[in-house]
């Protein structure tokens, strides 16, 4: 244990300070290997980028005549991609190198100024050479002349001459505090007066030659250690044995062969798959056996320097500026001066390992076999002198430096030049740093740091994306990494040169396979191409790599949302709930979108905690609000929702999603059966004016409550905005309407852009124009009625301008049960309107009992609750309200025909709880809105809630004559004559003459007969 831990032996201050010393060695080579294990992670980093996409999802459908009307709208899938990102200035690093380098400084000069006079001087003279070489002129006019160096090295050098000739009783450690006192000293002034921002960077970098130095002479002194330890573990443990030179010889073979192997490799000569010896970790090994190794060396130079303890101090010092530095360009990514400091290791422990095997074979080869402790004197050789195996490792350094065509020094030169332009890229000075980056191009163009950070500086510039392309391309041949193949195919992406991008990021995916980032990144980019089956295999490639991370997860589902992948089970989501983030959710529910499938989670608390937004929680809300639309299905939910959506949307920090909330929240509304708020929440968007999209909706919305004037006037502006479905949806409104003209104008125009479409869209256009040259037939003099189809739909389209006698023939003459029932269903309801009630009981008798299609089925249903309303079957009506089957609009009537009922026995208490059901459900019903106003007129004598009403009703449907004309009369009762005179006029807008002047006699009568009641009231 004495001779392992043998500074004990030494006296208090050389071994305390030998042992301080020795910690920070230790931290110096950690710290070295901590930026080594690190690799291109010191200098590159990843951040994720969101995208969000949209895919389409189906709202709703619902069928208008003989057209089935899907609403479209969308969900958002979150996208992550990984970019690179160029760490910034690591102030820190440079600090930590330069304190390493400072302190080894300090202590050289504290061991130079212990030796004998000769070495002094020489030392000093080294020393001062070192320091006119610190690049103090850099650092700004106060010290650009030679006053700051000349103060110097007066400072250290009489300092260390008064400790050299004066002070010579004085120990190491005041002489090793003075020499830190001077450094501090010089480097607070340096700080105060510098004109840079970073003097660190500038003294580190223009300084650069004599750290390097110091540590390739350190590598050169511990190049035999290893060598060496194989010599004493042989001869100090296994003593007398006469195979020991074999198995010297053997493993000594075997380490130096292996050695050799790597520079056969390096330079291109083999390229055998074999387990080679890390030289970094090799380097270490050889540093740690040369702490017993150098105290074996003592003999040596002990006429220069006492081992104990100038000798040991010197070593760490070194050793702390071998690593220090080392660590430095490791943590910089200066591959140049990396592969050189590799290079000078190889050499090195080649050189001076063949150096000590001929050593020892030729001086104690002969003992190696006798009971002699060889260690003892395994350096005092007497056929060939130690210094001889220094003179052999560098014969073997000049060679393999020969032979490799001496790219060492341009190598050098590029790494000086790929700092120099780093240093004046942190100080904003980018001619500079373009200028330097090309010199290290020049000096030697296959080092990846200045072609990747020219290519960086090309990007920012965005106008020489092909030159950035190529030094990204030279980066990746020098030295490939994971963040040259993403930058670089993050530029063919962006540049939309998808293949390229593809082909790049699956070179790199072959080199780093295990490489989570470039894999999802290759998912992404195979999703922009038509093979999909690559994109799901690279995305769960990267989620088996993922380590807990969601993003490859993410972006499979945001994939199958996007491709509407027709295998995947949406059961599937049900697993693995409790560990997702928001944009895993997003997607999530955007796939419950696609398969129209309810989400029954709770609102993520993120969202009430932290409302403010950001894409993946817009994301989220969007698709988590579209999902809940008329779900119905758990209104815990729906509640809670529709507190924080309003929560949300009213943070001013939301601005830039206000719009979208809002169109989401009106799909809320309307499909959770708040019909009237729905509409008025999206008519109310400022964007809705200029959106097409909006106004399409719309207008599908109002032509699904059968209100059709405002539904044509919202299509028409759709129309107008280029949206590009509004065309057959007009048609569709006009036709319903009747306006034969109107739609036989636009089903024309229609067809005649149908070529200029494509994909989808033109594959659902041609389904809706056939069936709309169907309903032209209809609208011709001379209509074709040879099928059960052509028959009803001249009945459904055109039954307002065809006779009693032809309706009656052209429904007789139907035979298909479905198309019988379908136009039983719209004539009762005709006649209904016309309040002919016998008519429609006729019709309804002629049906019989069969199988029909559902939505079939609920159109008869909703026209029979219409004739027993209209029979006052007050208790059939009750029956069967609940139990006959309704589509999605009549459905929402129910509550009026169990008012209605309720009015009719005289439970008014009831009627009325009934009918605010159905002021809500079926707002635009002129059916409903004219009962309703009825009820509060006559049995509650309410004219101010009768007024209300109906007053709500024209504001949502200014196109109602019925509604308008309700809406004039109540106006009279309550005394607003002015109002009812404007409404008056309205109704002549909406009418015909006949119609008006028949309502303008009614309107005037009852307008003089309130008058007189008012004037006998006074």
């Known amino acids: ?19 301080l010393l020795l910690v920070v060695f230790l931290g110096a080579l950690s710290w070295c290997m901590y930026h080594y294990t690190k690799g291109t992670d010191n200098v590159f980093g990843w951040t994720t980028n969101q995208k969000l996409d949209v895919i389409p999802v189906k709202l709703s459908t619902y069928t208008k005549g003989i057209f089935n009307i899907p609403i479209e709208g969308v969900s958002y899938v979150v996208k992550e991609s990984f970019q690179t990102v160029t760490k910034t200035l690591n102030t820190p690093t440079r600090f930590v190198y330069g304190s390493f380098i400072l302190l080894a400084m300090c202590v050289l000069l504290t061991v130079i100024s212990s030796l004998q006079r000769l070495w002094y001087f020489a030392g000093m003279a080294i020393f001062m050479f070192f320091l ?74 223009f300084s650069w030659i004599i750290p390097l130095a110091l540590t390739f002479v350190f590598i050169t002194i511990i190049g035999h250690d290893i060598i060496y330890g194989f010599f004493h573990l042989i001869a100090k443990y296994n003593p007398g044995n006469k195979t020991n030179s074999i198995h010297f010889g053997i493993i000594s073979f075997i380490y130096l062969g292996n050695l050799v192997l790597i520079f056969l490799k390096d330079r291109g000569n083999i390229d055998f798959d074999i387990l080679y010896i890390d030289l970094y970790w090799l380097l270490v090994v050889s540093a740690v056996l040369g702490i017993w190794g150098y105290r074996r060396r003592g003999v040596t130079i002990s006429k220069f320097i006492s081992f104990n303890p100038q000798g040991g101090l010197l ?68 056929f060939m002198p130690h210094p001889m195996l220094r003179l052999v490792g560098l014969v073997f350094i000049f060679g393999f430096y020969s032979a490799s065509k001496q790219i060492q020094r341009e190598q050098m030169l590029a790494g000086y030049h790929s700092v120099a332009a780093s240093t004046y890229w942190a100080h904003g000075n980018k001619r500079l740093t373009m200028e330097h980056y090309k010199l290290a191009t020049q000096y030697f163009f296959y080092t990846h740091q200045p072609h990747y950070a020219l290519a960086n500086l090309k990007i920012d510039g965005s106008t020489e994306l092909v030159e950035a392309i190529t030094h990204l391309q030279h980066a990746i041949i020098s030295k490939p ?24 990021l699956r070179e790199g995916v072959k080199v780093f396979p295990g490489s989570m980032q470039l894999n999802n990144n290759l998912g992404l980019a195979y999703s922009q191409t038509e093979v999909g089956d690559s994109a799901i295999y690279y995305f769960e490639k990267a989620d088996s790599l993922a380590k807990g991370s969601l993003i490859p997860k993410n972006n499979l589902m945001a994939y199958l949302a996007f491709k509407k992948a027709e295998q995947f089970d949406p059961k599937k989501l049900q697993n693995g709930e409790d560990k997702q983030d928001l944009a895993t959710k997003s997607n999530h529910i955007a796939l419950y979108n696609l398969y129209q499938t309810s989400y029954q989670q709770p609102l993520d608390e993120q969202l009430k905690t932290n409302p403010r937004l950001n894409g993946e929680k817009f994301a989220y809300l969007y698709n988590y609000l579209l999902n809940r639309s008329g779900k119905r299905d758990n209104k815990a939910i729906d509640s809670v929702l529709a507190k924080e959506t309003r929560k949300i949307e009213s943070n001013k920090d ?41 106004n399409a909706v719309l207008g599908l919305w109002l032509l699904e409550q059968g209100a059709y004037e405002p539904a044509i006037s919202y299509l028409k502006t759709a129309k107008k905005l280029q949206n590009t479905q509004a065309a057959i949806y007009l048609g569709i409104a006009l036709s319903e309407k009747g306006d034969i003209k109107g739609a036989i104008e636009n089903w024309k125009e229609a067809l005649a852009r149908q070529a200029e479409k494509k994909g989808r869209h033109r594959k659902n256009d041609s389904v809706a124009l056939s069936l709309a040259q169907k309903v032209m037939g209809a609208f011709t003099d001379t209509v074709a009625l040879n099928t059960d189809e052509e028959k009803f739909i001249l009945l459904h389209y055109r039954h307002k301008y065809l006779n009693e006698q032809n309706l009656k023939d052209t429904y007789s003459a139907i035979q298909d049960p479905n198309y019988k029932t379908w136009a039983a269903a719209d004539l009762m309801n005709y006649y209904l309107d016309q309040e002919k009630v016998a008519e429609a009981e006729e019709i309804y008798k002629t049906l019989k009992v069969r199988k029909l299609d559902n939505y079939i089925k609920a159109e008869i249903n ?5 004739l027993l309303k209209a029979q006052e079957k007050n208790d059939l009506l009750l029956q069967f309200v609940d139990q006959l089957e309704l589509g999605t609009l009549h459905r929402n009537k129910k509550p009026y025909f169990m008012g209605i009922a309720w009015y009719n026995i005289g439970d008014h208490k009831k009627a009325e709880e009934y009918f605010k059901q159905a002021v809500n459900a079926a707002p635009f019903s002129e059916e409903v809105i004219l009962t309703v106003t009825d009820f509060y007129l006559n049995a509650k004598k309410d004219i101010d809630k009768a007024y209300k009403i109906v007053t709500n009703a024209v504001r949502r449907n200014p196109f109602s004559a019925p509604l308008y004309k309700s809406y004039a009369l109540r106006a009279l009762e309550m005394g607003l004559d002015g109002y009812g005179d404007t409404a008056l006029e309205s109704i002549q807008d909406l009418t015909d003459k006949v119609e008006f002047e028949r309502f303008k006699k009614k309107y005037l009568a009852y307008k003089t007969a309130l008058e007189e009641k008012r004037v006998s009231v006074k």
């Not at 244990?1 to 042992?19: A, D, S």
């Not at 104690?364 to 060889?374: A, K, T």
């Open 862 to 866: 909703h026209a029979y609750l219409r």
């Open 481 to 504: 990494t994971e963040h040259a193949y993403s930058r670089l195919a993050e530029i063919y992406t962006k540049e939309e040169q998808y293949i390229d991008a593809v082909f790049t």
């Open 654 to 694: 939301n601005r830039d999603y206000a719009y979208y909330l809002q169109y989401v929240r009106a799909c809320f509304q309307y499909y959770g059966g708040n019909i009237s708020h729905g509409i008025n929440s999206l008519a109310s968007i400022p964007a809705t004016k200029s959106n097409g999209y909006y």
């Open 1 to 19: 244990m004495k001779t392992l831990i043998f500074w004990r032996e030494w006296n208090k201050t050389p071994r305390i300070l030998y042992t």
């Open 132 to 205: 006119s070489k610190f690049g103090f002129g850099y650092l700004g006019d106060s010290f650009g002349d030679s006053l700051f160096l000349i103060i110097c090295i007066a400072l250290y050098g009489l300092t260390s001459y008064y400790f050299q000739s004066f002070g010579k009783y004085l120990g190491l450690l005041p002489r090793l505090f003075s020499f830190i006192a001077i450094t501090v000293g010089l480097g607070v002034w340096i700080s105060v007066s510098s004109t840079v921002n970073f003097p660190v960077m500038y003294l580190s970098t």
């Open 315 to 382: 070593y760490l010092a070194l050793g702390i500026i071998a690593f220090a530095t080392i660590g430095y360009y490791q943590a910089i990514g200066n591959d140049a001066i990396n592969s050189v400091i590799r290079d000078v290791i190889l050499f090195s422990h080649i050189g001076y390992g063949v150096g000590y095997v001929v050593y020892v074979y030729v001086n104690l080869g002969v003992y190696m076999g006798q009971q002699v402790d060889l260690t003892k004197v395994a350096y005092q050789g007497q």
